[in-house]
């Protein structure tokens, strides 16, 4: 994924802050201020106690099923030490995550902002109207898109210009949906077009894409879980035998059924890898 950084940043912009560091709007100023980082949402950086967590985990679940294929320990402890890969899915699947809550959460404040600029208030009114629009909808929660809402009415305040505000969020969100909002507001301020139909349409175009993609994911949901499932078969089954027959299982375990083990093994991560693949779908 591709990064391009912002031309007018107040401060340097580095890698995500995965917290929100405004705790209010007078830090959020003082933040801005003094050059503070702002978060990016194309990369999902774990803590040190998160990657050790990970790492250990991962580690048990490999040392667990190269035991369970081999019944021999320096073997499983040479896999666990793929448990240093885990970080890394773990990473990818919080960004996934963060991405979808980001994207839902714009096409909610796009829907807010349409509204206000249909009833004739300001476009810097409609920015802060969608503040307060998603807070009624997460009152307990003070989710990224809330952030940068803010972040962008108090560039407002400074008198920096909003376009410039909404480029920088498309470029650290590095989003096609924000890009696309992004170029066509701007565009819309300089040349003087129908910023209310713009945002409308633009409101639309991207409800019509979630809902595809929500429908798509209700469709998928029960493939992913029979698959999961046909996943954790094999290792249910070897555990089963191993319980039930230790003796029958007993040649898998030495001389040529070792091989034979670690083919079947590399054939189970390559359908692993395959299924994955397959399930991830994207519109």
Not at 2 to 8: N, T
Request: positive net charge.
């Amino acid at each position: 994924m591709k990064f391009q950084p912002a031309s007018r940043l107040r401060s340097r912009v580095s890698l995500l802050a995965q917290s929100n560091p405004f705790k209010d709007s007078n830090s959020m100023k003082k933040g801005l201020q003094q050059g503070v980082v702002l978060p990016m949402y194309n990369v999902f950086d774990l803590t040190l106690k998160q990657k050790v967590f990970c790492t250990v985990i991962g580690g048990i679940l490999c040392y667990g099923i190269g035991y369970i294929f081999f019944h021999l320990w320096f073997i499983a402890a040479v896999l666990s030490l793929g448990g240093g890969y885990a970080p890394q899915f773990w990473s990818r699947y919080r960004l996934a995550r963060r991405r979808s809550a980001l994207s839902m959460h714009f096409k909610q404040a796009l829907g807010s902002l349409s509204s206000s600029l249909a009833a004739g208030r300001s476009v810097e009114n409609g920015f802060r109207e969608a503040i307060n629009d998603l807070r009624l909808l997460y009152p307990d929660a003070q989710n990224d898109l809330i952030v940068e809402l803010s972040i962008i009415c108090t560039r407002l305040e400074y008198g920096q210009p909003i376009e410039e505000a909404l480029q920088d969020f498309s470029h650290r969100a590095d989003m096609e949906d924000i890009t696309n909002f992004a170029d066509v507001f701007t565009t819309c301020k300089r040349t003087g077009g129908d910023l209310v139909e713009i945002v409308r349409r633009t409101a639309g175009m991207i409800s019509e894409k979630l809902e595809i993609r929500q429908e798509i994911s209700v469709m998928m949901a029960q493939k992913r879980f029979e698959a999961k499932a046909l996943l954790g078969t094999p290792v249910f089954f070897l555990i089963f035998m191993d319980l039930s027959s230790p003796e029958y299982m007993l040649p898998l375990y030495s001389g040529t059924g070792l091989f034979i083990s670690g083919t079947a093994l590399l054939l189970f991560l390559a359908c692993f890898w395959m299924t994955n693949k397959i399930m991830n779908i994207e519109v």
